[in-house]
């Protein structure tokens, strides 16, 4: 942690210092090498990244019209472009923190935007929103409004797009993992502004209009571990097709760089601050808030997706299609990392929770989830990977392996060969657990009914599957009814 709270310390006057995030330096030892090919992922040039210009765009909410403030539409049309972080207005820690999380909630998506007359009637009409879920302000979730050079266009939001749970009774806990919506809460988005169409836009543009199925498999193709599945996805000609990709939204997303067939969870960025590493399969070193600005960067159009010899896109498809500015990727970066999970509001008596303690000391579980961040913070290899003896990474490396389903780590372009140990603080608000989101909770965790092939998984299915064995991490298995109650006690206290 000292490393982190050190990193974030940089002011030297009245106005910050935004550091420089596109840095070749310090870019190259930032992935972990590929376990297969042996070689990190390319990464643009500082030359190419700031050849770009930037963007820095304040975005608005969008109201169902005929529950929006008064005269709001109308005061709309009349602002000008205003900077979604203004540098020259932060002096402190603080100010960084509190500009990062309106970055997080407004960040939209560059590509998604739209002026198209028909979008933005529909979006101006009460019909669309009928029977939608609003925010405590009266806004719905996703569409934004950002008002640009050629006037107020339509948007969808970026990170917190995926980045929020649902909560009954509550507004989304942003930041927080992706869930499924529940069944007593309305309809989550617009009817009349469906998120595929947002999506579309921004792929089509991303992928200079090549037919979707095509575009589609270059995000997620990996050449040296043929899937046929995968080169079905080439087949594809609508973007709605991807629907049953995702899992059943159980808190998993078909990301860049992943597979729909190895689960790829989102992460709960509350505990961000416990890790060496981002991403489930540790893809890149976490030494700061410029390391998750990168990561930002990375995830919203600065993937050449060059893998040693295996290059996914065209040489026209090939470039920095935008960027946002450095003060709005450092600024989210601070606000990640000063998040801490929220405290459980319902936890057991303190007689059960400090016998469950008891539980988890007896068993050896602080070996790799070790107090006060109840993670070691390193990376356990894959089953069926051995990382060789001058892995850049080796200091961060445990021989252990956990027995999970490897196909993520070693059959993906996020193939490191690795899983990282996570931080167990949270854990009583996580809908789906493991790194594949394959488990709905710690009570199927610790069923060994989930190892049976006859299985029914309560998060991610695999496509095409329904029952199926969820592998791994049998530690607590074998314990009795009261010391596992205890121990589940303890675990939902953290």
């Known amino acids: 942690m000292l490393r982190i709270l050190c990193a974030i310390v940089l002011f030297a006057g009245p106005q910050a210092q935004v550091p420089r995030i596109w840095d070749d330096a310090r870019l190259a030892d930032w992935a972990t090498p590929l376990a297969t090919l042996n070689v990190r992922p390319a990464n643009f040039t500082s030359e190419e990244y ?26 709309l049309q009349a602002q000008k472009p205003q900077p979604l972080v203004d540098a020259a207005q932060i002096q402190t820690n603080d100010d960084w923190v509190a500009a990062g999380k309106r970055a ?9 935007r739209t002026n198209d007359p028909a979008t933005i009637a529909r979006a101006r009409d009460p019909e669309s ?28 939001s970026d990170c917190s797009n995926c980045h929020m749970r649902a909560r009954p009774g509550a507004d989304p806990l942003f930041a927080g993992p992706l869930a499924s919506w529940p069944a007593e809460m309305p309809q989550p988005r617009p009817s009349g502004l469906p998120v595929f169409e947002f999506f ?16 589609f498999w270059r995000t997620m193709a990996a050449p040296w571990a043929q899937d046929e599945r995968i080169d079905l996805l080439r087949d594809m000609t609508d973007v709605r097709q991807i629907g049953p990709l995702f899992g059943g939204n159980t808190g998993t997303v078909p990301r860049t760089n992943g597979s ?55 040489p026209e498809q090939r470039r920095v299609p935008y960027r946002f500015a450095d003060e709005v990727l450092y600024a989210i970066g601070m606000y990640l990392l000063g998040l801490e999970p929220p405290a459980n509001p319902d936890t057991a008596p303190q007689n059960v929770v400090s016998a469950g303690e008891r539980v988890f000391v007896e068993q050896g579980c602080g070996g790799c989830h070790a107090p006060p961040d109840y993670t070691n913070g390193r990376l356990t290899v894959a089953e069926g990977y051995e990382a060789p003896p001058d892995h850049p990474n080796r200091d961060d490396v445990s021989g252990i392996s956990v ?43 610790f069923d060994r009914e989930r190892l049976s092939p006859e299985h029914l998984p309560g998060g991610w299915k695999e496509p095409g599957t329904e029952r199926r064995a969820v592998t791994g991490h049998r530690y607590g298995m074998d314990l009795n009814g009261e010391d596992l109650e205890s121990l589940l006690a303890f675990l939902r206290s953290l």
Do not use: C
């Open 50 to 75: 700031y050849r770009v210009p930037a963007d820095n765009l304040r975005t608005y909410p969008v109201y169902p019209p005929d529950r929006e403030p008064p005269g709001y539409w109308e005061w």
């Open 104 to 112: 997080f909630i407004e960040l939209d998506s560059v590509l998604a």
């Open 129 to 156: 929103f009928k029977g939608v879920y609003t925010l405590a302000d009266g806004s719905v979730l996703d569409p934004r409004w950002v008002v640009t050079e050629q006037g107020v266009m339509l948007t969808m």
């Open 200 to 215: 579309g836009r921004a792929f089509s543009r991303l992928f200079l209009d090549e037919p979707f199925g095509m575009a």
């Open 260 to 314: 729909p067939f190895h689960g790829t969870k989102v992460p709960d960025l509350h505990v961000l601050r416990y890790n060496k590493y981002l991403d489930s399969t540790g893809t890149h070193r976490l030494r700061g808030p410029e390391d998750v600005a990168r990561y930002v960067a990375l995830i919203t159009g600065a993937d050449p997706m060059e893998f040693g010899p295996h290059q996914m896109l065209t």
């Open 403 to 445: 027995g999970t389903d490897p196909g993520l780590a070693l059959r993906t372009r996020k193939g490191t060969g690795f899983y990282k140990v996570p931080s167990l603080r949270g854990l009583w608000y996580r809908p789906f657990l493991l790194h594949d989101g394959s488990v709905a909770g710690l009570d199927e965790l």
